[in-house]
């Protein structure tokens, strides 16, 4: 059975050819699973790429403050000289971090994106806590 992260990330990729690097981590910044699609060139570092997952979990919970009074955030796209960062929520313990080439349609990869599901992973989380508790 294929780890249900690494299954995540790689249909993640396949939303668009134009997205370089998908990765699924916690709210605390841990990385379950990244990829970067082979073809892709690597701007920042691996240590440069956990720093970035880190701020946009971090960015992530911060935005989470004001959700009762505005809503909850549905995406979050960062547009730089060289890519496009696209951060989605994966429930409310995760995010799907991916960026995309500068000229890509972020229109398209956050609406295939949103509808990508935890479901696997959520079951396992659960699993594990109740291993703890018992």
């Not at 009762?68 to 995760?94: E, M, S, T, W």
């Amino acid at each position: 059975m294929e780890d249900p992260y690494v299954d995540l990330v790689k249909k993640a990729l396949k939303i668009s050819p134009e997205i370089q690097f998908a990765s699924v981590c916690n709210m605390l910044g841990v990385v379950k699973h990244s990829e970067h699609r082979s073809d892709a060139q690597n701007f920042l570092t691996k240590s440069e790429r956990r720093k970035s997952i880190e701020s946009a979990t971090r960015a992530w919970l911060l935005r989470n403050e004001f959700a009762p009074k505005i809503g909850k955030c549905k995406f979050v796209i960062a547009q730089y000289g060289k890519i496009k960062r696209i951060v989605i929520p994966l429930g409310d313990n995760h995010i799907l971090y991916m960026t995309a080439t500068q000229n890509a349609d972020h229109s398209k990869i956050t609406n295939k994106a949103i509808k990508l599901r935890l479901g696997k992973i959520t079951k396992i989380i659960k699993s594990q806590q109740e291993q703890i508790i018992a």
